[in-house]
């Protein structure tokens, strides 16, 4: 099972803190995670780093943050403009801020990473948790039945022993304050991204094209469910979880 995006981390834990759920440095220890260190580009003279960027951000009327995994013909958690949207398509993954009109997306530079800024608006259509997660779960039932029927064992073992142990998924780590559903659907979506990756590595052992193609179909649906699962999920905040003290923000 993978792990969070940079960017599903920084927009779970910025709404974690936005909305008084951690601190401040517990926010900045789950973003940066193994990496040496987060700097951002574009809201000063000066990159900043990621702990000063965050009360930047706030200041600058940041409300929460919504994640963005977009691929070509698929922007999702995307809303404009073009070159935020162009360079959130190349990265695969980006953060919008809803409040200053900020999109941010990663650049991984040895062992940091920098996070460059746009002007970006937030889009209509981010996927609805409940619908996110009745599409993911009818996608897997969908592609496992195709997979079994092309044999998905002889050509790929680590991805049907992964469509197996679905069941046994846990959690995935999002900040306080994300919904137990949210949680369950997170390491669902990651599970079945994981798993949508390993079988599109190649065409494994098809004997015709039909069934490369019938394969590749169902394993890009699944990948596509599997993101927007994780929009969802990482983008969402429980109004009924109580907040922190505002001395912890």
């Known amino acids: 099972m993978t792990g969070l995006p940079r960017s599903a981390r920084l927009a779970s834990w910025c709404n974690a803190w936005l909305s008084g759920r951690c601190s401040l440095d517990d926010a900045r220890d789950q973003v940066v995670a193994d990496d040496a260190a987060h700097d951002v580009l574009g809201l000063d003279d000066d990159p900043l780093p990621i702990v000063l960027a965050l009360g930047r951000l706030r200041r600058n009327g940041a409300r929460s943050a919504t994640l963005a995994l ?3 013909g698929d922007p999702v958690g995307l809303g404009g403009p073009s070159d935020f949207n162009q360079a959130a398509i190349e990265a695969g993954e980006a953060v919008v801020v ?24 937030s889009t209509p259509t981010l996927p609805d948790i409940t619908v996110a997660d009745q599409e993911l779960r009818e996608m897997l039932l969908e592609s496992s039945a195709r ?7 002889s050509w790929r073992p680590e991805a049907a022993e992964g469509l197996q142990a679905l069941r046994d998924s846990h959690p995935a780590p999002l900040a306080a304050g994300h919904p137990v559903r949210a949680q369950r659907l997170a390491a669902l979506g990651l599970r079945c ?12 052992a098809a004997v015709s094209a039909f069934e490369a193609a019938e394969r590749r179909d169902a394993l890009l649906r699944l990948a596509r469910s599997a993101r927007h699962a994780l929009v969802a999920a990482c983008s ?10 505002e001395a912890a923000r």
């Open 193 to 204: 991204q994981a798993i949508a990756e390993l079988g599109l590595g190649d065409d494994g």
């Open 236 to 245: 969402v905040i429980d109004p009924e979880v109580g907040t922190a003290d």
């Open 147 to 153: 997979l079994a029927d092309l044999d998905v064992a």
């Open 98 to 121: 809803q409040g200053c009109g900020v999109g941010m997306v990663p650049l991984v530079v040895g062992a940091g990473v920098t996070w460059r800024t746009f002007s970006a608006v």
């Open 70 to 72: 977009p691929v070509p």
